[in-house]
């Protein structure tokens, strides 16, 4: 069953095409980064599949549903969830209260207390131990994480994440995608990544889209598309091999 299907999504701001054609279908518990250089498309393209965004033209279906003219909450609680490339946490509350929030905010009839909520999803993103600091004292990469824990407190089937190794050392990329390993193995959350760290998105999707000048240029396993002539030329113009990316 396909849990998350985009057809046919074209998006036009006045004169400029930000996004052409794009089919994407993404299956339970599935992780498919979207990549492609500066102003492809890619953060439009989020936008329109949690429905911030309408697109011009196309669908957007989740289980089964058309969603294209729900609004983002209640995708939010069908089980869409996704960060934002600048998010936004109350930073004089604590942790656990932040995370609480987002539980209460998200809950639907059979889950646990918000805090109880909270704090497995704390625990399994290995930031139980800061639940009572301020989120407002902890690093950049802390933040971030507890960021991806609010939108894990509304249980989503689909995790959509804009450039979430943006700001993180290495060490705490190499923590996030072993987090979001284990979210996709033990609870089957997809995960729609889009990232410009080559690294992470190497190792994480299974499967990569990639969008230039809102166009999908290839689709493909990070093998096919790390050797793709025409996603080397968007990335760096003619003349290049796979070693240059
Ligand atoms: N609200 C808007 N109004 C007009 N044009 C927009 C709007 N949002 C995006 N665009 C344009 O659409 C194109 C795609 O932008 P988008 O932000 O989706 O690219 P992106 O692939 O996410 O880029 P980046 O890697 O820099 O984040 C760009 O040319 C951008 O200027
Ligand atoms: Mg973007």
Redesign the pocket.
Do not use: C, Q, R
């Given at each position: 069953m396909k849990l998350l299907q985009a057809c046919g999504v074209t998006k036009v701001?006045?004169g400029?095409q930000?996004l052409t054609d794009v089919d994407l279908t993404v299956m339970p518990g599935e992780s498919v980064a979207v990549i492609?250089p500066?102003?492809?498309?890619?953060?439009?393209?989020l936008n329109v599949l949690t429905g911030l965004t309408p697109p011009t033209t196309g669908r957007v279906l989740f289980d089964g549903t058309d969603v294209t003219k729900l609004a983002t909450h209640k995708r939010v609680r069908l089980g869409i969830g996704r960060t934002f490339q600048h998010g936004r946490l109350f930073s004089r509350m604590s942790v656990l209260e932040n995370v609480m929030t987002a539980a209460e905010t998200c809950r639907r009839g059979g889950d646990g207390a918000p805090r109880e909520t909270a704090m497995r999803v704390l625990e399994r993103m290995g930031l139980a131990a800061q639940a009572a600091e301020a989120v407002g004292s902890l690093s950049y990469g802390q933040r971030r994480m507890v960021e991806m824990c609010r939108v894990l407190a509304g249980k989503p089937r689909v995790l959509l994440l804009d450039e979430p190794a943006a700001g993180l050392n290495s060490g705490e990329v190499e923590q996030l995608v072993e987090r979001l390993a284990a979210l996709r193995e033990e609870h089957s959350v997809a995960v729609v990544l889009?990232e410009?760290n080559m690294g992470m998105v190497m190792r994480f999707a299974e499967r990569i889209l990639v969008?230039n000048f809102?166009s999908t240029i290839a689709e493909g396993t990070p093998e096919e598309i790390q050797s793709d002539p025409a996603v080397l030329t968007a990335y760096l113009g003619e003349g290049y091999s796979h070693a240059d990316l």
């Open positions: 701001y006045g400029l930000a492609g500066n102003g492809a498309g890619k953060s439009t393209f889009i410009h969008l809102g």
